[in-house]
């Protein structure tokens, strides 16, 4: 019965996993379990800082990628609070399985084309801001209907962008190209 918000990645500053556990603690809805895949010289302070506030939080340390879709399933969100992350594919994988991602501003995952698609199958907040993402984690972890809503769109979208579509829109960019004036 357990709602579940999974972050997977280096345990790090820069990844912010910390930001996750402050989240939870200041959620006023559900409760929602914490579940973190990855190691990092952040895992002792989430630790820490989980036992601190009560908030459950479960580490599975490193996960091996044949392993890390049992932790997908597993989970109701993804949460990916990072100050800096270009791309990551834990977005695509998110997709691929049907899961909601709550991203920072910083995730450059996010937009009307790419992977995570705002109010579509994406939330967004500020980096940093654990208020506006523990009010999404409520959002989403009191609504079953939208969270499964978001999970379906993200299926559809990860079938969007497929080799095909990549091909295609290469194309595009160069017949876009050739066809301006020099």
């Known amino acids: 019965d357990a709602i579940v918000a999974l972050f997977v990645g280096k ?7 910390v930001d996750l556990i402050e989240a939870l603690a200041q959620t006023k809805g559900r409760k929602v379990t914490a579940l973190f895949a990855g190691n990092g010289e952040q895992m002792e302070p989430a630790k820490a800082r989980a036992t601190e506030t009560g908030v459950d939080a479960r580490f599975a340390g490193f996960v091996n990628v044949d392993k890390l879709p049992a932790l997908y399933a597993a989970a109701d969100m993804l949460v990916h609070p990072s100050q ?23 995730v450059g995952a996010a937009g009307p084309t790419d992977i ?12 940093a801001d654990t208020a506006a993402l523990a009010g999404l984690i409520d959002e989403l972890s009191g609504d079953n209907a939208r969270r499964a809503a978001m999970g379906a769109r993200s299926l559809e979208i990860f079938d969007e962008l ?16 050739l066809a301006r004036p020099r």
């Open 116 to 127: 995570a698609r705002p109010g579509e199958n994406a939330l967004i907040f500020p980096c």
């Open 162 to 177: 497929d080799l095909k579509a990549s091909v295609a829109g290469v194309h595009r960019g160069i017949d876009t190209a």
């Open 84 to 106: 800096a992350d270009p791309h990551p594919l834990i977005c695509s994988e998110s997709a691929c399985i049907g899961l909601p991602m709550l991203l920072s501003d910083r």
């Open 11 to 17: 345990l790090s500053s820069r990844k912010r996993p």
